[in-house]
């Protein structure tokens, strides 16, 4: 089944949310670079409150300068908690076009120390994908490139992988279009849109009447609404809205605009994933592409 794991998640939001879904866990990734306390007792206390767990090397964090964790770092991390990890994934530190040999390196290094990180591509046309491929060691490979934000791209670097070996899983960094999940054999993909919609005042609601997906604004302050956007007011379907969050978590729109509005509509946003990755799969089935 193909996966969305939700990053940079908290625990204040993972308690409610399982207290109402208990046997349907949202799938979860995290990261070495922060809030490691808190992911700890995912790994120790809480592990029967998710599905499953990957571990992200922070080198994103790093390479944007809000992390100072350092290979060494992340060495002596995963070899004291990957075992408890799904997977994890390399400490990737050049994110251009032409980083390979300063990844492959770190991915050397890691190995060289007992570990197996997942490795990460960074650039779909040159021998990237064939080097990890070809080396038959790697039952995952992740795609963390710029390039994944055009589809054709994507779907090209899909496609080489799995002619050159249809066995090996990809996980897709940072991307969770529905449409391009439906279409390629993408085994998991991540998102922090469950925290950063919440955080602005929007939920995410599917439309059952029409569709779609659709985000809609509750509130917090005013401001211009995007073309994508709706407001929870005068959104022509907010007796179904209503319907959703009274069925689902016993919310009414004041919980919406009090003083958990915000740990609410994350705990909404949540479980939107949860559901959007049965759709992802359901399409997937009707469509005749590999769940992974």
């Given at each position: 089944m193909a996966k969305i794991f939700q990053a940079s998640f908290f625990l204040r939001v993972l308690i409610p949310?399982?207290?109402?879904f208990p046997e349907d866990l949202?799938?979860?990734l995290v990261s070495l670079a922060y809030n490691v306390n808190e992911w700890k007792t995912f790994l120790k206390v809480y592990r029967h409150m998710i599905g499953e767990l990957i571990g992200?090397?922070?080198?994103?964090?790093?390479?944007?300068?809000?992390?100072d964790i350092t290979i060494d770092k992340v060495i002596i991390l995963f070899k004291r908690y990957g075992h408890l990890m799904d997977r994890y994934f390399s400490f990737d530190v050049n994110f251009s076009n032409f980083g390979f040999e300063d990844n492959v390196a770190m991915q050397r290094k890691m190995e060289r120390a007992g570990l197996k990180p997942v490795p990460v591509i960074h650039n779909f046309f040159t021998k990237e994908i064939e080097y990890y491929v070809k080396s038959g060691k790697y039952d995952w490979i992740a795609l963390g490139?710029?390039?994944?934000?055009?589809?054709?791209?994507?779907?090209y670097a899909v496609d080489k992988i799995k002619r050159a070996n249809e066995g090996i899983k990809i996980h897709w960094f940072g991307g969770?279009?529905?449409?391009?999940?439906?279409?390629v054999p993408v085994a998991s993909c991540d998102t922090t849109s469950w925290a950063k919609t919440g955080s602005n005042g929007n939920i995410n609601y599917y439309n059952e009447q029409t569709g779609k997906s659709e985000v809609i604004y509750v509130g917090g302050r005013e401001r211009k609404l995007r073309e994508s956007e709706q407001h929870y007011v005068t959104y022509k379907f907010r007796r179904e809205v209503e319907d959703y969050l009274n069925k689902n978590f016993n919310f009414t729109y004041r919980d919406l605009c009090g003083y958990d509005a915000k740990l609410n509509m994350q705990v909404i946003n949540t479980r939107f994933f949860v559901e959007k990755e049965k759709r992802i799969n359901q399409e997937r089935i009707r469509r005749g592409i590999p769940l992974e």
């Open positions: 949310y399982f207290a109402l949202p799938n979860v992200d090397s922070g080198a994103w964090s790093s390479d944007q300068g809000t992390s490139s710029s390039q994944s934000t055009n589809f054709d791209d994507f779907r969770s279009k529905e449409s391009w999940m439906k279409e």
